[in-house]
């Protein structure tokens, strides 16, 4: 479904989930950190990788993070600044002592606080005072969710410090109008509590030995729901422009709605709730890597991620007991025309999508078990995928006449056997009649040994159907352009291939890779909230069968899911004044799952039936 950025709206729904912890698939954007605070949060969760990637730590501190506002690194920012000494930092992370590091680190970042409630103190006006205050919440910011869910008591007690500090800094109005007067007492006072919280936690000349690094401050137990967050620089959004979803069921004109269980694995596709851990707790679904089928070329996870649209699926951070201790991150792959692509998995290690789809929750993102049903409900949807309609291409694999007289010409290199190929051509391994595949796997040498005499460089054969927008290429995302892909190829296997013929094959597989509309189009009438809307509103139809089988397990999953993003798609409507509807929508999902855990079916049949009875009102005024 779509996943746009939303402001968070007073509604009680969102109440609730905010509450019971339910995961929310739509990602917020946050703001943005300040240089150190980004640096320090970046090394929390890079030192709890395994291996610790020591070169991407010290970038942390020297580069502003992905994304960032400022053009300056923490070190660089530091030296301009701020007083702070950063030898013993720069020290702890040449050594590669991940302790040291962490306590010179959390000192740092703790000094930069007092640093500037020096400043507020010393400011020579109210609008001075203010901006230094702001800055030592920005940097606080690197701490605070830690305390809240380590010492809950201590972060109230902290944030009506800070309140009472930024009201008491006082303010120069408007053009020096309505200005208030500091009080500095009570400046003081408020100081003093946060002064001391930072002294008897985090400036300390010796911390405990963490086995996890973490914010939590030094007095508090390591807490059991300790917020597992994405680090700055991480990009979880999907791309755009969005990838256009092919439905082999609704090329047919079949209504989802009339087809449960491939409603159920649309619903599943894209919720959190079968995962589990880090995965669960940001929102991140089938759909974060596959946008409607496709590749999330944007998705970006700082230590998981060499580029944008790769990420390392067998690491700490997901599933710790699922680590390889490789830094191997993989391009992600197309899920266009999944039927017809196995084996599945990058070296083609799982033989049916059943196999593969399990790995990934279990394994990969550390879900529970899957039932049987959701098993048959993911496989059911994910086996719709059709590929992008092509005009330049024909049902038999071959250029129409539409296609160009260069890619026509590309066609016959492509098809032409070469000795540096083994006396076969591109067409042996990429079939045109079998959707460009061939489902066996070949070491074409585009991976690197780990050991000697090691066979593990076997990958399967990709389609080339629709490749022409899902840049870049190879397993590892290695190649930008189909150019530099056919250079390769001319290049390590000796073809042989003049300037003019590279370009020709170029213009073939650009040809063969093309697609009518690639794109959703949005407009006045096919808004991101209307196709938001009207997926979520199809996730929820299957209760129609889940009900009457008193289905509890599946049922609460589908709420859990659907009652949280319509809450926060209600965000992306244009008609404001309709948006209490949704959220009264939402309410009545959780309030079938209220009924359900109560185990009174016929309330929850009876909220099923008001729920319809709203979704159609709103359907026919609110967009």
Known sequence: MIREAFGWAASGVLAVFLVTGLAVATPVKPSPWAPEAAAYRLTLYLGNLAPVPWDEIELAWLKPYRGAESIQGAFARLEVRSDVATEPLRKAIAQQDRQAVFRAATRLIAMRVEEELDSVFTANNRSGAQHALSAARELFRAFSDHISAADPDGARQLGRSWLELTSAAGSSGVINVGGVPQDRVAMQRAREVISKYLADNYLLDTMKPRQKLSAIPETASYPANLPTTLPPGTDIFNQEPLPLLVLNFEEQGIDETDLPLIAYGDMLFDSPEIFSGPAQANGITCSTCHNRSDVNQRLFIPGLSHQPGAVDVDNAFFNPMFNDRRNDPIDIPSLRGLRFTGPYGRDGRFASVRNFTRNVIVNEFAGAEPTPYMLDAL???????????????????????????????????????????????????????????????????SVAQPYQGARSGALDTPTLLGIAHTAPYFHDGSLPTLASVVNWFNRSKELGMTTTEQAELTAYLEAVGAADEPYEVFDAENTPF???????????STLDVLLPLRDEKHIMLLVDTVAADLAADAGSMVNQTARPEVYSLAERLVAIGSAVRANDWVLAQAHWFEFQTEVQAIKERAF
């Open 379 to 445: 496989v059911a949807y994910m086996t719709e995928f059709d590929f992008l309609p092509n005009a330049l291409l024909g049902s038999d694999g071959r250029l129409t006449d539409a296609a160009s007289d260069m890619a026509r010409r590309g066609e016959v290199i492509f098809n032409r056997t070469y000795k540096g190929l083994g006396n076969r051509s591109c067409a042996s391994c990429h079939v045109p009649d079998g959707n460009f595949l061939d489902r066996q796997t070949h070491d074409i040498g």
């Open 530 to 540: 209307r196709l938001a809307f009207s997926e979520l509103t199809t996730f929820a």
